[in-house]
């Protein structure tokens, strides 16, 4: 699909990537940006239409769909990474993980096909992670959580492709955002992934991997994942 033309939203639109998205859709001639967030009021971006949205709300949902009927392009970026292992950590934090990627991101595929269908088709693109891919001491409940939103995202794929709307998943290593402030290793400029990201779409990409780290990751599933795991954890 086109960019420039589209009627886009954006959730997690406040800052890091999903603010990114925002301005370079508008920057590529989007003809409407919905830059959504839990709290609006922390949203800034001129030229955007502002929408209160919490993805884990389904009542928040619902309301942003009605309030977005012309939408053609979802980007489905808010996220959060609480830190949480699965054996001795918080089932809250757990359940936090899987409630943001993987029921959050449902909810707003189930709210929103019906109106890109409307439209056309349009185009979905989830933002995932090489995470999505192996596992992290210290980050694993993050790991399942965007593992299920990669299979949710071949899932969706299927069940819209009748209708002629794209589904396409971006995966990305360590981004230079708030989100990962913490990390030390090298990251990537959220701008790149964006980019990265939109030119997919431009060209039916089923898949985007934005940075190197997430083609290596990718393409070490072909492997016994013992090499793979003793290379990143030698204890393991």
């Known amino acids: 699909m086109d960019i420039a033309g589209s009627i886009a939203l954006v959730t997690g639109a406040n800052r890091g990537i999903g603010r990114h998205f925002a301005a370079q859709l508008l920057e590529r001639g989007a003809k409407k940006v919905y830059a959504t967030a839990r709290r609006p009021e922390l949203v800034d971006l001129p030229g955007a239409q502002v929408l209160r949205l919490d993805i884990t709300d389904p009542a928040s949902v619902r309301a942003a769909a009605e309030a977005a009927q012309d939408v053609t392009l979802l980007v489905n970026n808010a996220g959060i990474a609480t830190g949480t292992n699965l054996v001795t950590g918080d089932l809250d934090g757990i359940r936090r993980e899987m409630d943001t990627h993987f029921y959050g991101t449902l909810h707003m595929v189930r709210a ?98 934005a940075d190197e780290w997430s083609a290596h990751i990718k393409a070490s599933l072909a492997d016994d994942p013992s090499r793979f795991y003793t290379q990143a954890h030698p204890a393991a």
């Open 112 to 209: 929103f096909a019906p109106i890109l269908a409307a439209g056309g088709g349009g185009a979905i693109i989830n933002v995932l992670s090489a995470l999505s891919w192996f596992s992290h001491d210290g980050a694993n409940a993050y790991a399942a959580a965007k593992a299920a939103e990669w299979s949710l995202t071949n899932g969706v794929r299927l069940e819209l492709a009748g209708q002629g709307t794209l589904v396409t998943g971006l995966h990305l290593g360590a981004a230079d955002t708030d989100l990962m402030a913490d990390y030390d290793g090298d990251k990537i400029d959220p701008a790149e992934v964006v980019r990265a990201g939109l030119d997919g779409v431009e060209r039916g990409a089923f898949e985007v991997l």
